[in-house]
T-cell receptor, first 116, second 112 residues
């Protein structure tokens, strides 16, 4: 149990366009979802926390207008990278948990974004 | 602010060895602690979850201990195999929004 599906697994887009990444909890209701960014050979950096039906909470230094997060249902959260630029190229990973994390966290398989 | 340190940063061993990966964290007010593995270019796979009230958890060849008061956790891997090669991440979970803080990880290479 506790499976999180993340799509797409990789995407290449042109500079200035927007890209949407989906994160779905397949067999549980995710009260909270998280979005991380990972640079090569570095650990995960938390970008934002989203609770179903409310606005996301962004970490310091993360542009909320560039990284739009929507958590409209208990099984789906989306991250939209708006007006993407080459510096936004990175590995993005989502995770989901039930009820504050007491059951642990399940991660998606990640999305490799390349902006050209 | 929670800070997580993992030692060693990298480890290369021959197959069959028993391994110890260390994790220390600065804020002991954690909800739980989770160990993950990450293969190159992939997401994270959960290995073990230890609640703050527990001292250890075991799954197959893996055993993780938690000493919350001293801010330490240890992951033991018995009889290592080449398939264990990956980056291992320790992540204590705070009580605020339940978010995790990650260490830099230990890059493990097990060679035949």
């Amino acid at each position: 149990g506790a499976v999180v599906s993340q799509h797409p697994s990789w995407v290449i887009c042109k500079s200035g366009t927007s890209v949407k990444i989906e994160c779905r909890s397949l067999d549980f209701q995710a009260t909270t979802m998280f979005w991380y960014r990972q640079f090569p050979k570095q650990s995960l950096m938390l970008m934002a926390t989203s609770n179903e039906g409310s606005k996301a909470t962004y970490e310091q230094g993360v542009e909320k207008d560039k990284f739009l997060i929507n958590h409209a249902s208990l099984t789906l959260s989306t991250l939209t990278v708006t007006s993407a630029h080459p510096e936004d190229s990175s590995f993005y990973i989502c995770s989901a948990t039930r009820t504050g994390g007491s059951y642990g966290y399940t991660f998606g398989s990640g999305t490799r974004l390349t902006v050209v | 602010k929670q800070e997580v340190t993992q030692i060693p940063a990298a480890l290369s061993v021959p197959e069959g060895e028993n391994l110890v990966l260390n994790c220390s964290f600065t804020d002991s007010a954690i909800y739980n602690l989770q160990w993950f593995r990450q293969d190159p270019g992939k997401g994270l796979t959960s290995l073990l979850l230890i609640q703050s009230s527990q001292r250890e958890q075991t799954s197959g060849r893996l055993n993780a201990s938690l000493d919350k008061s001293s801010g330490r956790s240890t992951l033991y891997i018995a009889a290592s195999q080449p398939g264990d090669s990956a980056t291992y991440l320790c992540a204590p979970g705070g009580t605020s929004y339940g978010k995790l803080t990650f260490g830099q990880g230990t890059i493990l290479t097990v060679h035949p």
